[in-house]
């Protein structure tokens, strides 16, 4: 669930923002009442399939939550209220009570610094909390949120920041801080693999790369079954000790 991308440049400095940039990664977008809705027909699925909702399948939520922001309020529609960041955060909270949510990303928008700080309080221990948005692949904006006990993760995208030694230094200060890199693929996408190999030789252990839908992002998921052959038994799969709050 999510609006767009692309909020700063390289440098951290405020971008116009594309509109509803998930269907350019593949993704199903059905028109529904409310986003809830979206958890529960996954919940329905993952149960006709045969599995069990929370133990064989979770879900990875993107909140995108600097579209719904004015600066000092969040507005969710189709609801009427506006809400204040302790609200929402109280909102992602119930959601996490009633779905398998074991990672938010962009809970609160890119500059709301203070609300950021309460989702870390009330959820971090239980969930990873992804600052895309809000650090932008940018090492002086993570050693912010570092040093200020916000979000537990890092979305990481070589292309926002510009330069593969950038990019390489904002894994290994999420690394050394504790914080779970997670290495992203953007909207616009082409088919070059290399973020596989970027995501393996990191050890970030999580890549964020879309649907299978799209031939530029299945390249990236071809690439990781080539390193894995290559690796043969020396091959290491995280799963969930990979995500932030579940190591």
Do not use: C
């Not at 971008?15 to 958890?39: K, Q």
């Not at 939550?65 to 929402?88: C, F, I, K, R």
């Not at 239980?126 to 570092?146: E, K, S, Y």
């Not at 690394?175 to 190999?197: C, K, L």
Request: charged share 20%; no cysteine; proline share 4%.
């Amino acid at each position: 669930m999510g609006f767009g991308r692309a909020q700063r440049d390289r440098r951290g400095a405020a971008r116009p923002r594309p509109v509803n940039a998930e269907g350019s990664r593949g993704g199903f977008g059905p028109t529904l009442a409310e986003p809830e809705s979206a958890l529960s027909l996954l919940v329905e699925g993952i149960e006709r399939a045969g599995l069990v909702p929370g133990e064989q399948v979770a879900f990875a939520i993107d909140v995108a939550a600097t579209h719904v922001y004015d600066g000092s309020h969040y507005q969710l529609a189709p609801e009427p209220a506006e809400l204040d960041a302790a609200s929402l955060v109280e909102r992602l909270a119930q959601l996490v009570g009633r779905y398998p949510i074991v990672s938010i990303e962009d809970g609160l928008a890119e500059d709301d610094w203070a609300g950021w700080a309460i989702l870390t309080r009330r959820l971090a221990a239980g969930v990873q909390i992804i600052g895309d948005d809000l650090f932008t692949t940018n090492a002086g904006r993570l050693a912010r949120g570092i040093q200020g006990g916000v979000a537990n993760a890092v979305l990481v995208k070589m292309n926002q920041i510009g330069t593969l030694t950038e990019t390489i230094e904002v894994i290994e200060q999420a690394q050394a801080a504790g914080y779970a890199p997670v290495v992203s693929a953007r909207s616009g996408e082409m088919s070059d693999d290399f973020i596989a190999d970027l995501a393996v030789g990191t050890s970030a252990g999580q890549i964020k790369i879309g649907s299978l839908a799209q031939s530029e992002r299945l390249a990236k998921y071809n690439q990781l079954l080539r390193i894995e052959e290559q690796l043969g038994s020396a091959a290491v799969f995280a799963g969930s000790a990979a995500i932030a709050s579940l190591r």
